[in-house]
């Protein structure tokens, strides 16, 4: 679950300081279950702003 879990966070976040996450994640045992919850947050909120940004390129690409 934690591979698949970090396979995951790597896969969205490729733009995101996903270093310092991973760092504090290896360091900070116990905090991962927090940050767990708040990438999920994240997760959400990056997914919503990908797609908006799909969406606007592609009507972008249409405008013009």
Same mark, same amino acid.
């Given at each position: 679950? +934690? %591979? ?5 966070? %790597?896969?969205?976040? &490729? *733009? &995101? @300081? @996903? /270093?310092? #996450?991973?760092?504090?994640?290896? +360091? ?5 279950? /927090?940050?767990? +919850?708040?990438?999920?947050?994240? *997760? %959400? &909120? @990056? /997914?919503?702003? $990908?797609? #908006? $940004?799909? #969406? &606007?390129?592609?009507? +972008?690409? /249409? %405008?013009?």
């Amino acid at each position: 679950m +934690v %591979l698949g879990y970090r396979v995951h966070i %790597l896969q969205v976040h &490729l *733009l &995101l @300081k @996903k /270093i310092r #996450v991973h760092q504090v994640q290896m +360091v900070l045992g116990f905090q991962v279950r /927090i940050l767990q +919850v708040h990438l999920r947050q994240l *997760l %959400l &909120l @990056k /997914i919503r702003v $990908h797609q #908006v $940004h799909w #969406v &606007l390129g592609f009507q +972008v690409r /249409i %405008l013009q």
